[in-house]
């Protein structure tokens, strides 16, 4: 008999593998032996700086984007029980995206770091008209309306994003990189400033886990099994609006790793959205740290943002998984 080994026990393993490449791998070649002396308090400024100002705490905005974006996508996936479904569908990654444009064109904003709060108030602000506008009245109805709420909302907040960057070139030369999808320059400020959203939706969605199967099957099957649709609605709409807010606001608009990642691990793990929400949040540190570290390399002497690397990574792999049938029932 041959042993196959785990899908699950090879993402877990893939984790370390990314964080040191993270850490090992940049534009800006720095020895292994300088790496690590850099680590541990060694090394020479150069390779201090490279490591511990740069590629550190690049790392963890890796991490933390990664996490969210994939807990966020399984979880809207789930919820709107759409497997094509993802965060920008709320209309998240649109709200930042204006904000940071109407902060940069107005306000005079420069620094990633001070893009972070305009994120976050834009994000918030637009997932809360789309629940506004969208939300069924009556729990039991499925949430078609607010999709297609957040769509057309996403759709109007992008196109005053791109006359307000047409209107002012220098503005949007400054947020170019940021729009795109970018790891580069995020400090541990930036990062810090999001963690509270980043808690608060974690511990929502882990709140909302347990109902999510009985939803699945129907939510007048769920009502029926007991299941609060009310509670469950707002656990998973905070989830979801607090990590796609979360990670727009560190890393800009990061295409498809909440659609693609939630589809891998689906067909790797089976319907369990439990385990989905678990085993996505490890899949898509893995997926942004390796993008991000793809990025680094594959323009030398210059960067790719994290968020075309992903496009790249996930496009044929969706339509992939598109075509596969348990990959896609939910």
Request: charged share 10%.
């Amino acid at each position: 008999m041959t042993l196959r080994p785990s899908p699950v026990a090879l993402l877990v393993l893939a984790v370390p593998a990314a964080l040191a490449l993270s850490v090992l791998v940049g534009s800006n070649p720095v020895p292994p032996g300088d790496v690590w002396a850099a680590l541990t308090g060694g090394g020479d400024a150069t390779a201090r700086f490279v490591v511990a100002d740069q590629r550190l705490p690049r790392t963890v905005a890796g991490v933390v984007v990664g996490l969210a974006l994939g807990v966020s996508g399984a979880l809207m996936q789930a919820y709107t029980r759409n497997p094509f479904a993802d965060p920008g569908l709320f209309g998240v990654s649109a709200g930042a995206s204006f904000a940071v444009a109407v902060a940069v064109a107005y306000a005079g904003v420069t620094a990633p770091a001070a893009y972070v709060w305009w994120a976050v108030g834009g994000a918030l602000l637009a997932s809360l008209v789309v629940v506004a506008l969208g939300r069924p009245t009556d729990p039991r109805v499925p949430p078609t309306r607010l999709v297609l709420t957040g769509v057309a909302v996403g759709a109007v907040l992008a196109g005053l994003t791109t006359g307000i960057s047409l209107s002012d070139p220098d503005a949007f030369e400054r947020m170019l990189t940021w729009h795109a999808g970018s790891l580069i320059d995020r400090g541990y400020a930036v990062t810090l400033a999001v963690a509270p959203l980043l808690v608060l939706g974690a511990l929502a969605a882990a709140a909302t886990a347990p109902s999510l199967n009985a939803i699945a099957l129907g939510r007048d099957v769920a009502q029926a099994q007991g299941v609060d649709l009310r509670r469950s609605d707002l656990l998973a709409l905070a989830a979801i609006t607090l990590l796609a807010a979360g990670a727009a606001a560190v890393a800009g608009p990061v295409a498809f790793v909440g659609l693609v990642v939630p589809h891998v691990v689906r067909w790797c793990v089976g319907v369990d959205q439990r385990r989905i929400l678990g085993v996505s949040a490890v899949a898509g540190v893995v997926l942004v740290l390796v993008a991000d570290v793809v990025g680094r390399v594959a323009v030398l002497p210059g960067e790719m943002p994290a968020g075309i690397v992903t496009a790249f990574i996930g496009a044929p792999v969706l339509v992939l998984l598109a075509r596969r049938s348990r990959a896609t029932g939910l």
